[in-house]
Structures are given as C-alpha cells and as structure tokens.
C-alpha cells in the first residue's frame, strides 16, 4: 500500500501551493509548518520570505491566504502578530486521515524500497568474562534501532563483535591443558544430554579465569608457559585452537541466557568476534603503509592526526601495528571497515558504543576515510552512550564496590515488577503463569524503557523504583495504556470502531487524533538520526493524550450516541494499535491484560 500523507505533509502542500500562487516571485518558499499551542499547526516561513522581498510580511501572510483556495482540510487560517500564519484544520480530515492510516498495516509509516545496508555493531561482550551493567545500553539501544531500521526499510547486517582474542586466552587455555576438567559440566541425575544453564555456564568461567589468573601472577613458570601458549594461539596451533573454541562455546551459553532475559533475538552467525578479522590484519597495515596513509613511528605503524594532540602538544597517533609487530583494537576495526563495505556492502556503519571509546573511533573512521574504504556514499557513525549511573549520580557499583552482574539487575527487575503485577492481579483475574509472564514483560520492559527515553549520549540513573512505577515516563504506565484500551473491547459488546468523519470532535479526540496521525513520520525521524529517545517521548506522550481522552470522552459508560461511541473505540482501537507498534519497535512487550 502507498504510504498514507500525514494531515502536516496535507497542510504544508496546500500552504505551498497558496505561496506559489500568491507569491511567485518567491519560488519553492518552505512554510515552515510546525504543531503549536495557539492552533493546531503554524507557519513562519513568511517572516523570512518578507525580509527576502522586502515586503510587509503581515500584507504578504494575508496574500497568501487569500490565494489558497477553499478546500476540505482546512477550516481556518489565522494571520497572527507580525506575520503568522496559525492554522486549524477540519475535524473531518483530521478523522479522514487517521481511517486511511487505520487501513494501513504498517499505520502509515513509508517503506522506503530504494533504502540502503547498514551494519550495525552492537552488544559486544567479552569471552570468558561476566556480562555487567556496562553492557545493557549497548544491547538495548542497538536491538531497538534495528527493529527502527528494518521497519523503515534499510537491510540490516548485525555484527556482535565479541572480544574473544588477545593475550588473557593464553593464561586460560594453558591453565585448562594442566586442569582439564574445569569447564565440565555437572548434570546430576539428567544423563550426558542435558541442557547447561547460562548460570553453570558463567560460574564454570568465572572459576577457571580466577584461578588462572591467580596462578598466573603468583608462577613465574606459569606465565612462561601461557605467554608461549598465545603464540600457539596466533600460531593456529589445533589443540590450542580446539581449547579456545570451547571457552567461546561456553561463553554463548552464558551469553545466549543473558540475551533471552533481555528478550532479544541474538543469532549465532551475527556473532563475529575480533579474531574473525585475524586473516585480514597483515593486509590491512600493508594498505595503510603503502598508500601513505599510514607510517612507521619508533618501529610502530601509526596515523597522525593534526587536530589530535596530547597535553604537551605533541601529536596522538593511532597505533596500528605495535613495534613488537602485534597488533591492537585499531587494526581490527579498520579490517572489520573493510569487511563490511567490501564484503557486506553496506552503505551505513553504525557502531552503538560507549561514548568514552569516542576519540579512538574518530581516529578510525578518518583513517578509514583516508583509506577510501569510507567516502560519500559509504559512511560511519558512532552512536554513543552515556554511563548508567546509581541513584547517588555516580557509577552503578555494587555496596563493595564492584561492578553490578547485569543478569542481577535483570532478575531483580522482574521480581519487582512481578510484585507490581500481582499487586492488580486479583481486579483484572489474572492467572499464576499470567502474573509471572507479566512480570517478566513489566521488568525487563521497564529497563529497556529507561534507557531508550534518555537521549542515548546522557547518562542515566538506574532507579528501579521509579522503572516499575504505574505514573509518570515510565514502560509500565504505556503497558497500562495499552491494557486499558484493551480492556474496553471487552465491554463493547456489539459495538465496533468505525471512524465517523461527519462528526464534531472534542479537544481531547482532536489532541489525541493529531498526535496519532504523527507517527510515521516520527518514526522516520527516530531512524535517520538514531534517537530511539523520540519514539519513547512520542508514546509517553500518545499514552497521556488518551488518558485524558478517557477520562474526558467516555467510551462505554455513560453510553454515548452509536455514532460516537464508534468514532472513540476507532479512536482507542489505532491508540492501542500505535501503541503495540511503537513499543515493539523499542523491544517492548505490550500484555493484553495487566
């Protein structure tokens, strides 16, 4: 289906059109039309235009509007202060609009067929390590700008870029050569097939990483003995080979678990780490040194940059290639650049990463430019985030000060969300496997919620009082929209949502069906410049206009005139409906009943 015109894209045409006619020495003047509190749109294009013709802009503003001529959109134009123009348009194409996007699966939203590729680095933990509250904005923001991509049209590679190689792996595959058992599992009483929890999984790792590195710090002979096991390593040596492949595969054990509580869909062939790049390394620093972009500094290949200095002034390379002739982060991101546009033609790289890693990528993705791997058509973009604070503004520790297991906070957020749910249960009848499926989708929603309604670059704090709170900008007061909305098909009866244009509406049906009438092209806007913020701010506010709507036109009792009562529930039916799509798009659970 065509994607349907927005009543703004409707007004704008014809406030144009009225330019065009009026003024046409102008040319394709811009209106300038946006919402506003005096009307509901207005245009501000001919103040400049006025300044441009050396005009009166309220003679000129009065022009305009006589030359737009009489239509079925707009009711009235309103020429304000020094040269204004605020606009009300008609109930019925208010009406009108919204049955064209109610007809529309995708609510209007345009699919754009000619959209690009892009490659989006996200949710990269680290092998043999726990997953902590550093990781979750990295999965969060990234899971929910490639629903927002994909919906909108790009072709989306997914790329989790695990940290799965480097000098630690040495220390652990040795240490597991001398104690070969320690990554066995216990399946006590459940025969050699059963299932290994992500919680057996990382409790394994974690024991095996602490020994070793406590030996590895304490046995001189030891660390030789690890320190050689990493040049088997680079080496391709099998047995060394074999041994790190089971750390990787206990590691997606424990990762896959994390990912499933988080209710994202991670895949096994969008897992690629740093080492699947090791191919590509030699080759990468022999491009950079030959065409000049990169040279040799002390024995090490650099890039120089000449707005990047040190303290002292001196210049801060990015270092490619170590004198010892290993090699460090920059040389695999510029190699996995090159994958990516060359193998995986992508137009668009998008790397969700944390904002204190901001000058390394800028540093890269210049050296990339200068290569010719980035250029006008092929682009990269660091999407970067702030920190998750705790309630006192300072990092999220933990009462010892250690860093907070991400699976922890997870658990705890649906035993708190959990406790909310059952708290309303009994009113709405909801079952025991009810109430914890609820739980699960009120707390995991409600630390996704968190994070995407901050603008990714802030820092937030993480408040699980306030995430699982009925009131206020939070997922739970949306999921509650969204239930009560359901909750009033269920006392229809017989009546159905039908949109009735030759009805006047209230304010309330009027705010709530110009903002619904919105969405596609607020969707647009959160995909092209990467901001899951908007579409979390555009449902908060979706949420509060029905609240007053609900409060103030009532649906089922008192029982209003048929025509009215199917003009709301159509009202309430594309609510709940724009509702369970933006959510979705943030990778948030809408329940039916709550």
Not at 9 to 21: D, F, I, N, Y
Not at 420 to 434: F, M
Not at 486 to 491: C, D, L, M, T
Not at 528 to 536: C, D
Request: proline share 4%; net charge negative; glycine share 8%.
């Amino acid at each position: 289906m065509a994607s349907v015109p927005s009543l703004a894209s409707t007004v704008q045409q014809r406030l144009a059109e009225g330019l065009a006619a009026a003024l046409p020495e102008a040319g394709s003047a811009d209106p300038l039309l946006r919402r506003s509190d005096r009307a509901d749109f207005q245009a501000n294009g001919i103040l400049a235009l006025a300044k441009q013709l050396k005009g009166n802009p309220r003679e000129l503003a009065t022009k305009v509007v006589e030359a737009i001529p009489a239509n079925d959109v707009l009711k009235d134009i309103e020429v304000s202060g020094p040269g204004f123009l605020n606009i009300t348009v008609s109930d019925a194409a208010i009406v009108n609009t919204l049955a064209a996007r109610a007809a529309d699966a995708r609510l209007g939203v345009p699919f754009n067929e000619a959209a690009g590729t892009t490659v989006i680095d996200y949710a990269q933990p680290n092998v043999a390590k726990e997953m902590h509250v550093g990781h979750l904005r990295s999965a969060v923001i990234g899971a929910a700008m490639v629903e927002i991509l994909e919906f909108t049209g790009e072709q989306v590679v997914r790329r989790h870029h695990i940290g799965d190689w480097g000098t630690q792996f040495g220390m652990l595959i040795q240490y597991l050569i001398e104690h070969p058992h320690e990554l066995d599992h216990k399946a006590e009483g459940e025969g050699a097939g059963a299932e290994v929890s992500g919680e057996e999984a990382m409790s394994n790792l974690n024991r095996l990483y602490k020994a070793s590195r406590a030996l590895f710090d304490s046995d001189e002979e030891f660390k030789t003995r690890a320190r050689a096991r990493v040049v088997d390593l680079q080496a391709g040596d099998e047995q060394t080979l074999a041994l790190w492949q089971r750390f990787i595969d206990e590691s997606k054990i424990y990762f896959y678990s994390v990912f499933e509580k988080l209710d994202m869909d991670i895949r096994d062939p969008d897992i690629v780490g740093e080492s699947g790049y090791n191919d590509m390394l030699q080759e990468t620093c022999r491009i950079l040194e030959e065409s000049g972009v990169a040279v040799r500094s002390e024995g090490a290949l650099c890039v120089f940059f000449d707005d990047i200095k040190g303290p002292e002034g001196n210049p801060v390379p990015l270092i490619v290639q170590k004198s010892d002739g290993g090699f460090g982060y920059a040389a695999t991101d510029l190699s996995a650049i090159r994958d990516r546009v060359q193998n995986l033609k992508a137009s668009t790289l998008l790397y969700v990463v944390d904002a204190r890693q901001s000058l390394h990528f800028k540093m890269v993705f210049e050296t990339a430019r200068r290569a010719g791997w980035l250029n006008d058509e092929v682009k990269a973009h660091q999407l970067a985030f702030g920190t998750v604070l705790g309630k006192d503004g300072k990092p999220f520790k933990t009462r010892e000060g250690e860093t907070v297991r991400l699976v922890d906070l997870l658990d705890e957020a649906v035993e708190r969300a959990t406790a909310v749910v059952r708290e309303k249960a009994e009113k709405v009848g909801l079952t025991e496997s009810e109430i914890v499926e609820n739980g699960q989708y009120v707390g995991i929603g409600a630390v996704k919620y968190a994070d995407l309604s901050t603008s990714a670059a802030r820092d937030y704090k993480f408040d699980l009082d306030q995430m699982v709170s009925l009131n206020g900008d939070t997922s739970v007061y949306l999921q509650y929209a969204y239930a009560r909305i359901k909750s009033i098909f269920g006392k229809a009866g017989d009546r159905t949502p039908l949109a009735h244009p030759e009805l006047a509406l209230a304010p309330a049906e009027r705010a709530l069906g110009l903002h619904l009438d919105s969405f596609g092209e607020l969707v647009l806007e959160t995909a092209e410049e990467y901001a899951p913020h908007k579409l979390a701010a555009y449902l908060y506010q979706l949420a509060s206009l029905y609240t007053t709507f609900y409060d103030q036109c009532p649906v089922i009792k008192p029982e209003p005139p048929q025509e009215v009562a199917e003009n709301r529930l159509f009202l309430c039916d594309l609510t709940a409906r724009t509702l369970h799509q933006g959510m979705a798009l943030l990778g948030i659970r809408t329940p039916e009943r709550l």
